[in-house]
């Protein structure tokens, strides 16, 4: 089964920026729909970027939890079988352990695989 590592994560001052990244391995994910997920503590685990599997002339598909619009980007390389999250002006409710995972459609950004990495761990502190 597909298998998830998730890298990139760590301290960070309000307003900064980073950028996370997942590769995939056990499968190639290039045609699967992507997402990004977080766990904050005390808080459910919710989707927060999603990306689909065609380029287009714009650009691949993408879709946003309304509180990171405009403030993350999620791209992914078809090639290497990776997704990234790139996250600018983080503020502190942006804490969180991060997670990649398949989509089954960016409608429902429902998790794909039952099979979860041990995530990022992303703060976003003074």
């Known amino acids: 089964q597909v298998q998830f590592v998730e890298f990139g994560g760590g301290l960070v001052q309000p307003g900064g920026s980073l950028r996370l990244s997942c590769v995939a391995s056990g499968g190639v994910i290039r045609y699967v729909e992507m997402g990004w997920y977080r766990h904050a503590p005390g808080k459910e685990r919710e989707w927060i970027a999603g990306?689909?599997?065609?380029?287009?002339?714009?650009?691949?598909?993408?879709k946003y939890k309304d509180s990171v619009k405009d403030r993350f980007t999620i791209s992914r390389d078809l090639a290497k079988n990776m997704v990234y999250l790139e996250m600018n002006t983080l503020k502190p409710e942006d804490t969180a352990l991060y997670y990649c995972?398949?989509?089954?459609?960016?409608?429902?950004?429902?998790?794909?695989?039952?099979?979860w990495g041990q995530g990022t761990q992303v703060t976003v502190s003074s």
């Open positions: 990306i689909g599997t065609v380029r287009w002339e714009t650009g691949f598909k993408t």
């Open positions: 995972n398949g989509v089954t459609s960016l409608d429902a950004m429902t998790p794909k695989f039952d099979r």
